[in-house]
């Protein structure tokens, strides 16, 4: 009998991906959001609030009575392109603290345990010691904000040349700067998002085994680095399977046997496993995620027995 997944993970899913227009729409926000919680399949979820205080109350109390457990605060309302957590300029730190402030203020009101973060740009090759220095201080900063909400920050890895060609960037300067930050603050860790590893240039299994001392948490996903007629190339998110990316099945199984290996997925440490794609052309969100956990438990299958 193959072990059942659920029993070695806690599945979830990423709201904004799934729903993006959440992000221009608050209404929509709110009222996906709500139908992301009462889902039956999922014991976890990334999200975010949309602005306004109601929204947020109304949200706050739905993620609090969920049952959902280790939720995540992703920073996807932050303009990332336009405003870097490595911006060497005063003025433009005190913007971002004063947003991230805001934005950890929210992660607690709804019971987060997680708070993911990027460095944004300029890109690695091109970044000078004061963006990397910049990016460090911001980083003890948010770590100790988030400590006193006992909320663990969640690096995520990014391309660094390819399409978002963020500051961090090559996956072992990720690890260092982790492990670097690690000799002050114990609440600091990995996102490793799988579907960037194909644009950043990093193998899957060696990037899962390199990263496993520091990892937190897991996206499964897709990219598309081959076409770029393709409405889905670069770091959109396409779902895995898609035609023309880069991840489904054969590399499903390769991933979930390296975090197997590793103990992130084991009965004694449930990982957490989340879901993040755009939903398939043609279909219905819903449609997209039975499509995608079915192509996950296939590939469990074929290493569980």
Known sequence: MTVDLTSHARLGLVHHMLYPRCVEDPEYHVATLESLLRRSDIETLDCCLPYGHDRQQRLIRAVRESGKEHIAFAVHLFPLRKLSFAATSYAEQAQVRMIVADFIQQAAAIGATGFVFASGGPPYNEASKANHDAFYDFCRWLCEELARYKITALLEPFDFDFDKKFLYGPLARNLELVHR?????????????VAHL???GEELA???????????RVHLGNCVRKNPND?????????MGYPGGEIDEPE???ILAELRKIGFLSLK???????EINPFPGLSEDESVADNMSRVRRAWASIAD
């Not at 930050?181 to 998002?193: F, H, K, P, T, V």
């Not at 409405?231 to 779902?239: E, I, K, L, T």
């Not at 440490?269 to 879901?275: A, K, M, P, T, W």
């Open 181 to 193: 930050l690690r000799g002050e603050y114990a609440n600091i860790g990995i996102e490793l998002d």
């Open 198 to 200: 194909p644009l950043m």
């Open 206 to 216: 060696s990037s899962i085994r390199a990263s496993a001392p520091l990892l937190q």
């Open 231 to 239: 409405p889905f190339y670069g770091d959109r998110h396409p779902p």
């Open 252 to 254: 499903l199984l390769v």
């Open 269 to 275: 440490n449930r990982g957490d496993l989340i879901i």
